[in-house]
């Protein structure tokens, strides 16, 4: 069983950044590939980034490539997101999530069994 507390979200004015947290419990983090989802209002949860359990490995939505970087601290058992450049956009609550362990990285939702509460990031134009 793992659970995921995110934390870091707030108001930020546009071209401004923010850094997201998600800790893990357990004792074998490094075995779960880790993502970030965002649900904007009205519209459906997407992916964002996705980090592999031994953090080599990193995907990202085309929409922050560029912009939002994933990375993982196995020793602290947490992920970040680090969001730079932020745009009206990217207004929504962020997610974190963990696939079942010595699962591979994934984009896709169905493979995240373990999901945070979620924390809000408003960005004003």
């Known amino acids: 069983q793992v659970q995921l507390v995110e934390s870091g979200g707030g108001l930020v004015q546009a071209g401004g950044s923010l850094r997201l947290s998600c800790a893990a419990s357990g004792r074998t983090f490094s075995s779960y590939a880790m993502g970030w989802f965002r649900q904007a209002p009205g519209k459906e949860r997407e992916f964002v980034s996705a980090?592999?359990?031994?953090?080599?490995?990193?995907y990202y939505a085309d929409s922050v490539k560029g912009r939002f970087t994933i990375s993982r601290d196995n020793a602290k058992n947490t992920v970040y997101l680090q969001m730079n450049s932020l745009k009206p956009e990217d207004t929504a609550v962020y997610y974190c999530?963990?696939?079942?362990?010595?699962?591979?990285?994934?984009?896709?939702?169905?493979?995240?069994?373990?999901w945070g509460q979620g924390t809000q990031v408003t960005v004003s134009s």
């Open positions: 980090v592999s359990g031994g953090g080599l490995s990193t």
């Open positions: 999530a963990a696939t079942y362990p010595g699962r591979k990285t994934s984009n896709d939702q169905r493979q995240y069994h373990y």
